[in-house]
């Protein structure tokens, strides 16, 4: 906790596979994403569908996440998210099923891949290689490929960018060109504001991680920003081996705010942080305000962060990057590693082991 947020050199020692590095060249990552996802081209054939499924785990699930919430007020054609081996039962030749998987090994992934072509889907892959390159090949899927070197959760501009682009290129949706440029200009912005080299006092990011510090974190999120406070969640817990939860209003109004009574000390171990939106349904806003009066009374520590920029697109990206960099702060005032994910990798090689 003493940890020195401004001694760049202890934080760099600390992160030997450069994950604050990563966040930084975010903005650059989503450049170079954006003219990959314009060269996009698919088979007409795929175009028309009645339904998108995406198939992914964790780092390379979220991004599909992100997809269902922007395009959920914008497409006729529902997204479904599937995190695991079986694919739902309407999944058929009338179904566009994006495998993503950034290592392209994830074996959840690989059997819903599977699964999809026998159903006769239009199937897309989204991978740096593996397995899933090599069968996308063999079976003549097209590829999207996006280059790798680093952790899957670290190329979120790509696996979120690229589904973007894929629905572009099919025709099923189109962000407008203002959206993207005003993303850019605001992520460019906080990127200086939450950077490494802006002191502790002046910067948001490494405060609001000295305040997780030690905490049960729970991040609440709305509308299009729920997927968001899906990925600080993450975040939290992989780059900062913290535990964290992540829940969604209005629904949390029905439920949650009646679990203040116990553990009797939860206030000293708990942060409750909300993400909150100016494009919010207008009783959502109203209803921030009551939740916080009533987390005030229960005098739970609650953070209020109130997302930048006018497009939800925007919104979203300006906080992911902000959950990004809290969370790698938070990794470095845990003293640990953003990168390590040993109980991942333990728990990949005992899967291994026994096929
Ligand atoms: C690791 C990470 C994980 C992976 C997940 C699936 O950085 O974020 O959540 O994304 O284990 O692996 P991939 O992305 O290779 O399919």
């Known amino acids: ?67 269902a919430a922007l395009l959920e007020t914008e497409t006729q054609v ?33 059997t819903g891949f599977e699964e999809a072509l026998r159903r006769g889907a239009a199937v897309v892959a989204l991978t740096t290689g593996g397995t899933l390159a090599r069968l996308a090949e063999e079976k003549g899927v097209p590829v999207v490929m996006f280059p790798g070197g680093g952790q899957p959760r670290a190329a979120i501009g790509y696996s979120w960018i690229l589904l973007l682009g894929i629905v572009q290129a099919l ?13 850019a200009h605001v992520l460019d912005e906080l990127n200086t504001a939450y950077g490494p080299r802006v002191p502790e006092s002046a910067n948001p990011a490494k405060q609001y991680a000295r305040r997780a510090y030690n905490r049960v974190l729970f991040v609440l999120g709305a509308e299009h920003l729920t997927a968001v406070a899906r990925r600080w969640k993450t975040q939290f817990n992989e780059n900062s081996k913290q535990w964290a939860a992540y829940d969604e209003l209005p629904e949390l109004n029905h439920n949650t705010i009646v679990g ?17 939106s100016p494009s919010h349904h207008a009783r959502v806003q109203r209803r921030w305000d009551i939740t916080a009066t009533i987390f005030q009374r229960h005098k739970l520590p ?37 990168s390590e994910i040993d109980n991942i990798n333990y728990l990949k090689n005992e899967l291994a082991r026994h096929p």
């Open 78 to 110: 529902p997204i479904t998210v599937v995190r695991g081996y079986r694919l739902p039962a309407w999944v058929n030749a009338d179904t566009l099923v994006i495998a993503s998987s950034y290592s392209g090994n994830t074996e959840e992934t690989l």
């Open 302 to 338: 609650h953070l209020r962060l109130r997302a930048a920029g006018e497009h939800p697109f925007t919104q979203m990206m300006g906080l992911i990057h902000l959950g990004d960099f809290v969370s790698v702060y938070l990794a470095f005032l845990n003293g640990r590693d953003p």
């Open 171 to 183: 025709d099923y949706y189109r962000l407008p060109g203002e959206a993207r440029a005003e993303a």
């Open 1 to 67: 906790m003493n940890f020195d947020l401004d001694n760049e050199l202890a934080m760099r020692h600390l992160d030997p596979q450069d994950m604050l590095g990563w966040v930084e060249r975010f903005p650059e990552q989503v450049a170079d994403a954006w003219a990959r996802a314009d060269a996009i081209r698919l088979p007409t054939s795929y175009q028309g569908k009645r339904h998108i499924v995406v198939l992914g785990m964790g780092g390379s699930a979220i991004g599909g996440d992100l997809l």
């Open 260 to 276: 203040t009574r116990a553990p009797t000390d939860l206030a000293d171990h708990i942060l409750l942080i909300s993400l909150e």
